[in-house]
């Protein structure tokens, strides 16, 4: 139990254009969403927290015009990375929070390598 | 401020034992996870203890000590497999997770 997939794994887009990552709950509900960003052998930095029906609350420093999420349903969540450029070039990581507890445990995506030329 | 500490990296040899230590500094406690992230893959869960003592699963095994602030997670019979990063996270009051910036552990034949 507890898997949850993201889409696509790997991403190589110009500059300029937009991106759109999909994390999926497979088999459980997920109140909770949650999008990372981590660099080559940096640690993993919160971008955003979504929960489902509500507005993403962001973390200082990270433009929410430009790293849209959309928290549409218990099971998916997507990060837009709008205009992307090169220094968006990253390993996103999405995970996910079922229950009730705010203790749950958070399961994570495999995932998503996105180069911007 | 919220502060995580766990060793940058260790080495280990097959077959042993390795203990990975971690201290943490928090605005409350809500639990602590450790997850293991292999080079280029997201982390996998490990173990969560939010009450003091010692939880054991398989070769690994986490303990805590809330008053020390203070957890370990014990890896015995170390395969090749368990080369990766280990991060230690803490649940503060708001239920936020802070993360340590995890441990590279190396195991050599």
């Known amino acids: 139990g507890a898997v949850v997939s993201q889409h696509p794994s790997w991403v190589i887009c110009k500059s300029g254009t937009s991106v759109k990552i999909e994390c999926r709950s497979l088999?459980?509900?997920?109140?909770?969403m949650f999008w990372y960003r981590q660099f080559p052998k940096q640690s993993l930095m919160l971008m955003a927290t979504?929960?489902?029906?509500?507005?993403?609350?962001?973390e200082q420093g990270v433009e929410k015009d430009k790293f849209l999420i959309n928290h549409a349903s218990l099971t998916l969540s997507t990060l837009t990375v709008t205009s992307a450029h090169p220094e968006d070039s990253s390993f996103y990581i999405c995970?996910?929070?079922?229950?009730?507890?705010?203790?749950?445990?958070?399961?994570f995506g495999p995932g998503t390598r996105l180069l911007v030329l | 401020g919220q502060n995580i500490d766990q060793p940058t990296e260790m080495t280990a040899t097959e077959g042993a034992i390795v203990q990975i230590n971690c201290t943490y500094q928090?605005?409350?406690?809500?639990?602590l996870f450790w997850y293991q992230q292999h080079a280029g893959e997201a982390p996998t869960f490990l173990s969560y203890?939010?009450l003091d003592g010692l939880e054991e699963k398989g070769r690994f095994s986490s303990f805590l000590s809330r008053s020390k602030g203070y957890s370990y997670l014990l890896l015995k019979e170390l395969q090749m497999k368990d080369s990766a990063s280990y991060l230690c996270?803490?649940?503060?009051?708001?239920?936020?997770?802070?993360w340590g910036a995890g441990t590279k552990l190396i195991i050599k034949p």
């Open positions: 995970s996910a929070r079922g229950g009730t507890s705010l203790a749950e445990t958070q399961y």
């Open positions: 088999d459980f509900q997920a109140t909770t």
């Open positions: 979504s929960n489902e029906g509500s507005k993403a609350t962001y």
């Open positions: 928090t605005s409350g406690f809500n639990g």
């Open positions: 203890n939010v």
């Open positions: 996270a803490v649940m503060d009051s708001n239920y936020q997770l802070i």
